[in-house]
Every structure is written in structure tokens, then in C-alpha cells.
């Protein structure tokens, strides 16, 4: 079965500033493909450009064997998209707004579109302009999935979700891939794409920098823990332990990185009196600055 999406060497250039350079992906039918990187490394241009929304300046995309460049409406019309950012009619309830793309594209079952609003629990009757930013972007994942496409392209499509409506989204996600769609995903929140991906591209200043399964990323995969102590509690009893480092003092407070298992950090910390024990995964951003620096995050204006 030919891949879904097939990118070869594709090129985006905006002059002076970056864009991307001889991206090379493909994501199998039927396949959940995450697409990470940091904020402006380029995520948002590759998918501008893999559906004809832009002109590559070299390279080419396919989708479902179409060239992007040679048939865009034949794409568009097998796909679900929630772009990054997105501004609809204001004066236009969210269900008129659905109605119209809906009419639009035709063959919208108009029960299970009623299921989605129910599902994501959006309020149809006011206008876009009266949403928050979560509202509006349940505007945009009912508009992409209410049609049923053969592929799903989105680029962040959590972004202003809570994370009841998160998990309403993924769970609704697998049921269109056990019906057999696809789905290329876009974001830069690691434990977003590990838990509904199978395979995941990284790109990083506008190229593809790893490329595998879900499992290749936990070599990246790190938390940053903060302890505070009723008294001063000695740097170096961290310092030294397996998978931690960047390990600094703050009064009677240690913040520390840690990679893999956090078992030996309890342990060290269970010998003196604990007050509070802070542990979380830092954004891919935050990653990203840990393995590679500041020059990992830096982009051109025009570049996300």
C-alpha cells in the first residue's frame, strides 16, 4: 500500500530568513505520524506547504500519490486540517460556521456532527466571536473531523483545550483511526505525541534531525524536579546520581534535571525532612534548549 503522505526533499525558503530544507518524510496509511519541534522550527511551514497553502521552492510533497502542487482540491477534499492558527466569521454562530463548511464540502452526516457538539460540549448558539480561544478551537476540531476524512492533518490542535476536552479529542482521534484513517500531527508537547503516535519525525532549525519510532524519543525524555527541605540539605548527595544533573541550591530548595527513573531521587531525598516534592516534564522547547541551547529555538519571523 503507497504511503499517505510523501515528502521528498522539500524546500521552503523566505529569502534572508529560514524556512525549511530537504524535508524527507513519509507516514503510512492507517498510521498516527507525530511531527515535534520546538516553537518556529518549521512544523507549520512543512504543512503549508505539503497542502499546496504555500509553493515549495524546491522538492516536492504527495498526498495520497496526488503531487500537492499538481491537484491541491483533489487533497483537500480527503482531508481533515486544523491549522495552527485560525480566524473564522465573527458574526457567525458556531454552528452556522460548521453548517457552512459542512454545505461546502458535502457528505456531512448532520447526526454525528450533532455528536461531536455534544461530545466536545461546545455551545452552538453563540457567536465566534463571544468564544475563548478553547471554544473556538472546538470549532475547528468538529469542522475537521465532522466529515470523516482519510487523513487528518493537524498542527497543534490541542492548543486552549482543558484537559477533559484533551482527552475527549484523543479518544476521538482513535476512533477515527480504527476506522482507518491517518493522522500527521503536529505539536511540541513530547508526551502528547507518546501517547497517540507511532512514529514521530523531529525537525529542528527547518531539517529533519530524527526520524523513528515513539520509543527513540525517550533518550529525550527528561523531568525537572524541585525539593524543598526544612534545612539545608547538601547539593552533592543529588549531584551524583544516576540521571540527574544541572542540579542548583536555592535557600533550602534543590531544582534539578532528571533523565529516566526518579526512584533514586526519592531515595536521597527520603534521608532528610521534605517538605514539598515538585516533579514535571518540561515542554520539547524546554528540551530541545537542554540538548542542543539557545541556537536550537531561533527562527526567522515567518517561520513556526
Not at 479529542?169 to 493522522?183: D, I, K, M, Q
Request: a negative charge; charged letters at 25%; proline letters at 6%.
Amino acid at each position: 500500500m503507497p504511503p499517505v503522505i510523501t515528502l521528498e526533499k522539500l524546500t521552503k525558503s523566505y529569502g534572508k530568513s529560514r524556512g525549511i530544507i530537504e524535508v524527507d518524510l513519509e507516514v503510512q496509511q492507517g498510521e498516527v505520524f507525530g511531527f515535534l519541534g520546538p516553537n518556529g522550527a518549521g512544523k507549520t511551514t512543512t504543512i503549508r506547504t505539503m497542502l499546496d497553502l504555500i509553493r515549495p521552492t524546491s522538492g516536492r510533497a504527495l498526498v495520497f500519490g496526488i503531487e500537492s502542487t499538481a491537484d491541491p482540491v483533489a487533497i483537500h477534499k480527503r482531508i481533515g486540517y486544523i491549522p495552527g492558527e485560525f480566524a473564522l466569521y465573527d458574526r457567525l454562530t458556531g454552528r452556522q460556521t460548521l453548517e457552512y463548511f459542512a454545505n461546502l464540502r458535502g457528505g456531512v452526516d448532520s447526526a454525528y456532527q450533532a455528536s461531536l457538539i455534544d461530545r466536545f460540549e461546545l455551545e452552538p448558539g453563540k457567536r465566534f466571536k463571544e468564544y475563548s480561544k478553547g471554544n473556538k478551537q472546538k470549532v475547528g476540531v468538529i469542522a475537521a473531523l465532522q466529515h470523516k476524512p482519510e487523513l487528518l492533518v493537524l498542527d497543534e490542535p490541542t492548543s486552549g483545550l482543558d484537559p477533559l476536552v484533551q482527552a475527549t479529542f484523543f479518544s476521538t482521534l482513535r476512533e477515527h483511526v480504527a476506522a482507518g484513517a491517518s493522522v500527521f500531527l503536529s505539536s511540541h508537547i513530547l508526551s502528547e505525541v507518546e501517547k497517540s503516535c507511532e512514529r514521530v519525525a523531529i525537525i529542528r532549525d527547518g531539517r529533519i534531525v530524527k526520524l523513528g519510532t515513539v520509543d527513540s524519543l525517550r533518550d529525550l525524555a527528561h523531568h525537572q524536579v524541585e525539593l524543598r527541605f526544612a534545612g539545608p540539605v547538601p547539593s552533592d548527595t543529588f549531584a551524583h546520581l544516576p540521571g540527574v544533573s544541572d542540579v542548583s541550591a536555592e535557600d533550602h530548595t534543590l531544582r534539578m534535571r532528571v533523565s529516566g527513573p526518579i526512584t533514586p531521587v526519592v531515595r536521597a531525598a527520603a534521608q532528610f525532612e521534605l517538605l514539598d516534592f515538585v516533579s514535571r516534564e518540561p515542554s520539547l522547547e524546554e528540551t530541545f534548549l537542554a540538548q542542543y541551547g539557545r541556537e536550537a529555538v531561533e527562527a526567522g519571523p515567518d517561520v513556526r
